[in-house]
């Protein structure tokens, strides 16, 4: 085997295995955030939001928003952090906002385009929508919120500072 042949077997090897490490750490951290909507919707639902279940819902998913963007940010695309924490946010926002439309829309098409309204119909369309969703979530947090690898002299990724280094309002 040629040296470049072996250079490029050995830089796909490391390509594939981030992006896998990725993909697994943003499966845990959506999980997360899964888990904090449904339950705080359901809290809120329960006790001061008995009566107001779509402001419950926006409480929560708001909520799971910000536990979704801290865990991407800090643990998931920690190596791809290159703008300041609130540009980052607001791309992760209307990121957000996109998924959820697609979502919607999943539902919207198959209850009102192809008639399917039962219950059962429209919880396969909120499945089919969410994992449309997430696919496209995880495209745009690599490609547009977390858009670049930081080199790995970068002080972002030095162990020692780079606790102080995530929280510098002067990230690159």
Known sequence: MS???????AHLQGAISV?????????????VAFVVDVGLMNVLRHTVMEDKPTTAKI???SVATVV?????????????RNRRAHHEFSLFAIT?????????????FSHYALGLTSLLADNVAN???????TLFRFWAYRTLVFARELSPDSDKNNAKTAGSARTSSNLP
């Not at 979704?68 to 791809?80: L, S």
Request: avoid cysteine.
């Open 3 to 9: 040296a470049a042949v072996a250079r490029l077997r």
């Open 19 to 31: 992006l896998w490490r990725e993909i697994l750490k943003f499966g845990i951290v959506g999980a």
């Open 59 to 61: 409480v929560s998913a």
């Open 68 to 80: 979704a963007w801290i865990g991407n940010r800090q643990w998931t695309f920690r190596h791809r």
């Open 96 to 108: 957000n906002g996109v998924a959820l439309a697609i979502g919607a829309g999943a539902i919207a």
């Open 127 to 133: 499945i089919v929508g969410i994992g449309l969703g």
